[in-house]
């Protein structure tokens, strides 16, 4: 089954949800071009994901998707977070950060019975989990009002747990993909696989509609996709410059440079791996660092110090969240650059 029959798209093109970088503009102009636009809902507070919804809804009859991430809360630990302000201390010292004056910055929500309330006033066609799936009664909440459930798999072990607890398509995202890594079975990323190698393993391994990510960036990259059995295709990178997302100054700079080239999988922004393109924090401490706290309490500490940054015009401190393949990247309407991606089906 095609993405088309299963929610009713023109397109088997998905606008991936990119919190932090998009909210309603971008997804409403892909799901106005035919195909299935997304609102990334884990930086979102209840008001505001209430308004984005509404602002869909008043402009489109289309299907959109509504995305929410799903990690267990973690436990504060006061020695770990001392750790690594430790480590972020030559940082303060340098942007003349006081320590004590850190407040707890804008972390990551997780799916909760209070966001479900309100989606339950919008009954999106199509509620998309990122880091597995929410609560069992919560799940069988969104699916009771025909809600279609998608959530990634970076391997096939996950997607058979997927496809065994009640999704209606699987999200294979390879290791190219920008942003967080799906992976909710281990920490262990020597288990992740690129995009098409992964792909054709889900595909042989479940019986659902399985959908491609992770640099794919033009026509015949999703035509490719779509040959090797992928159902439909998810493209986050590729929109990040088009005018309707509100991607930060700082990044779009990086996207547009060659710099954009050099992407590696970070922890130091959030807790959990997510790729973004090498700045110099990357490079100093090391892209991957076991100081920082879990996922997303590592957030606050290093907040302040991309602030500075960023209020100087560097994106040295930021997350450039970016996948392998950013020559797709356009500023074009996104209308036009999913008519584009599309344009070889
Ligand atoms: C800037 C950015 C933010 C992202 N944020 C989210 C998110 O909030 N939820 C989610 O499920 N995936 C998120 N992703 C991952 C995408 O869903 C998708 O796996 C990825 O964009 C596909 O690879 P590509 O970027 O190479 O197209 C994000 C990706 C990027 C680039």
């Not at 026509?219 to 159902?231: D, E, F, I, S, T």
Request: glycine share 8%; hydrophobic share 50%.
């Amino acid at each position: 089954m095609t993405v088309q029959q299963l929610v009713g798209v023109d397109l088997p093109i998905i606008q991936a949800p990119m919190a932090g970088s998009q909210s309603s503009a971008l997804a409403l102009a892909v799901s106005n071009a035919g195909g299935l636009g997304s609102l990334p809902c884990a930086m979102l507070g209840l008001d505001a994901m209430r308004k984005e919804l509404a602002t869909i809804k008043a402009q489109t009859e289309k299907p959109f998707n509504v995305n929410f991430f799903c990690h267990a809360s973690p436990i504060p630990d006061a020695e770990r977070e001392a750790v690594w302000r430790a480590t972020l201390s030559p940082y303060y010292k340098e942007f003349g950060i006081d320590v004590d004056s850190i407040a707890v910055g804008p972390g990551r929500a997780a799916f909760s019975s209070e966001a479900a309330d309100v989606l339950a006033e919008f009954k999106p066609a199509v509620v998309s989990f990122h880091f597995g799936l929410p609560a069992t009664e919560l799940l069988a909440r969104v699916k009771a009002w025909g809600s279609k459930i998608f959530s990634s798999a970076t391997t096939v072990a996950e997607a058979r747990w997927l496809e065994a607890h009640g999704v209606d398509a699987i999200i294979a995202q390879g290791l190219e993909a920008g942003g967080h890594r799906g992976i909710f079975f281990s920490e262990d990323l020597t288990t992740q696989v690129g995009t098409f190698a992964l792909l054709r393993q889900i595909v042989q391994a479940v019986k659902l509609p399985v959908i491609a990510a992770g640099g794919i960036a033009d026509a015949k990259g999703v035509a490719a996709a779509m040959a090797l059995g992928a159902a439909g295709v998810q493209i986050g990178t590729a929109y990040l410059l088009c005018p309707e997302a509100s991607t930060s100054a700082v990044h779009r700079a990086a996207l547009k440079s060659e710099t954009a080239g050099h992407t590696a999988l970070t922890n130091l922004f959030t807790g959990r791996p997510a790729r973004g393109i090498m700045n110099r924090i990357m490079k100093e401490l090391g892209p991957i660092s076991i100081a920082a706290p879990a996922f997303p309490l590592a957030t606050t500490a290093i907040a302040p110090v991309r602030a500075k940054a960023e209020s100087q015009g560097s994106g040295d401190f930021s997350p450039l969240w970016c996948g392998q393949n950013a020559s797709g990247c356009k500023e074009i309407p996104a209308a036009q650059l999913t008519r584009e991606l599309a344009a070889e089906l």
